[in-house]
């Protein structure tokens, strides 16, 4: 009897990576002469991010930190999932971005398809927020994976492959 191969597809970060770059932009805010007194506040939960501040100028030059604190840190932009800028109180602005974890049952069932079209062989199933891929050769295991690295500059969202067995 043929044994199956298979891995995992998934889409997550480094929680602990992400804080650690929040914290240096902080410092970083808090010591830049142009942003020292605007009264930014990043903050971190389960599932956004929110920067509060005073002009929509210094939000951009905020981001813009965060954003350069991520990437020396390998984290993905695309992780991150930016609402419009919106008017709070006191004549401040705020702005959201919604934290993107796991892959949602629609871009599963698309790179399902993808993968399908592609690979005839190869079994796609999709298993909460994480894609399996099925096959009896690992040398299409591994073409898979190469696609899908191929593929990854048109997806909304940061992959990892995982569980190669």
Same mark, same amino acid.
């Given at each position: 009897?043929?044994?199956?191969?298979?891995?995992?597809?998934?889409?997550?970060?480094?929680?602990?990576?992400?804080?650690?770059?929040?914290?240096?932009a902080r410092r970083d805010v808090g010591? #830049?002469?142009? =942003?020292? @007194?605007? %009264?930014?506040?990043?903050?971190?939960?389960? $599932?956004?991010?929110?920067?509060?501040?005073? $002009?929509?100028?210094?939000?951009?030059?905020?981001? @813009?930190?965060?954003?350069? !604190?991520?990437?020396?840190?390998?984290?993905?932009? !695309?992780?991150?999932?930016? %609402? $419009?800028?919106e008017d709070v109180s006191g004549g #401040?602005?705020?702005?959201?971005?919604? =934290? #993107? !974890?796991? +892959?949602?049952?629609?871009?599963a069932k698309k790179l399902q398809k993808? +993968?399908? @079209?592609?690979?005839? !062989?190869?079994?796609?199933? +999709?298993?909460?927020?994480? =894609?399996?891929?099925?096959?009896?050769?690992?040398?299409?295991?591994?073409?898979? +994976?190469?696609?899908?690295?191929?593929?990854?500059? @048109?997806?909304?969202?940061? =992959?990892?492959? $995982?569980?190669? #067995?």
């Open positions: 009897m043929a044994s199956e191969n298979s891995f995992d597809i998934v889409s997550d970060f480094d929680r602990q990576e992400l804080i650690n770059a929040l914290d240096q010591t #830049r002469y142009d =942003l020292k @007194d605007t %009264g930014t506040v990043i903050d971190l939960t389960q $599932t956004e991010l929110s920067i509060t501040t005073d $002009t929509e100028m210094s939000l951009r030059s905020v981001r @813009d930190i965060i954003e350069t !604190k991520m990437l020396r840190r390998n984290l993905s932009l !695309k992780i991150l999932d930016f %609402g $419009t800028a #401040r602005v705020k702005q959201t971005a919604t =934290l #993107r !974890k796991g +892959i949602d049952t629609e871009l993808l +993968i399908r @079209d592609q690979f005839p !062989k190869v079994q796609g199933r +999709i298993q909460g927020d994480t =894609l399996r891929i099925v096959s009896k050769s690992r040398d299409e295991l591994q073409a898979v +994976i190469q696609f899908m690295r191929e593929q990854e500059g @048109d997806l909304p969202m940061p =992959l990892q492959y $995982t569980n190669y #067995r």
